[in-house]
């Protein structure tokens, strides 16, 4: 059975894409990945996911990830931006799966196979953790290379999540392009 992980990064900060990620793990490479100490991106270091994704590249893991850009997510709304980026990830995959597991409480709305959302997946299901540390450490490369074209920001420090510092940016130059001017606190 064919079971694949779906897991985004980037719902919460007021700049940014929002990125999604589905996995698909081999038994070997889920138990390699495992014994490297996969787990939820957001219990990780940075140096941790970095060396994780670094593992899951060597492994030529198959994923696809796929991003909704800040105009999407002002068009559509946060979640229906992530669902829509979850299930472009998903069917862009090379196979076709038999169950996607989708971390969280909503289906993303596939017809090719059956889905099961599933909330703290990332935690619970390696192939869901694998998509969590690929869309966290994909997201935060392109935050660190948006902050040399919208310099003053601080994106390559904060990502775009609301910090202190990133309010006292936009209270200084105003949003840029990146900033989702649908979120009340930009």
């Known amino acids: ?15 940014g894409p929002v990125i999604a990620a589905a996995v698909y793990l081999e038994l070997w490479q889920m138990k390699k990945l495992i014994s490297l100490g996969l787990t939820d991106s957001k219990k990780l270091s ?10 899951i590249l060597d492994m030529e893991v198959c994923f696809r990830a796929q991003a909704a850009s800040p105009t999407r997510i002002d068009r559509n709304n946060i979640l229906k931006a992530t669902l829509w980026a979850m ?42 953790a694998a998509a969590s540390v690929i869309a966290k450490v994909l997201r935060d490369k392109v ?34 392009q990146l900033h989702r001017r649908s979120f009340r606190l930009v």
């Open 1 to 15: 059975m064919r079971i694949v992980g779906v897991d985004e990064a980037g719902r919460g900060p007021l700049a």
């Open 87 to 128: 299930k472009r990830a998903v069917i862009s995959l090379p196979l076709r799966p038999d169950l996607v597991i989708v971390d969280g409480n909503r289906p993303i709305g596939l017809s090719v196979c059956k889905e099961k959302p599933l909330p703290g997946a990332d935690s619970k299901v390696p192939s869901v």
């Open 143 to 176: 935050m660190i290379n948006l902050s040399r074209v919208y310099p003053g920001y601080g994106f390559e420090k904060h990502k775009g999540y609301p910090t202190s510092e990133h309010y006292e940016a936009l209270k200084k130059l105003g949003p840029c």
């Open 46 to 55: 940075p140096k941790k996911r970095e060396k994780l994704f670094q593992a």
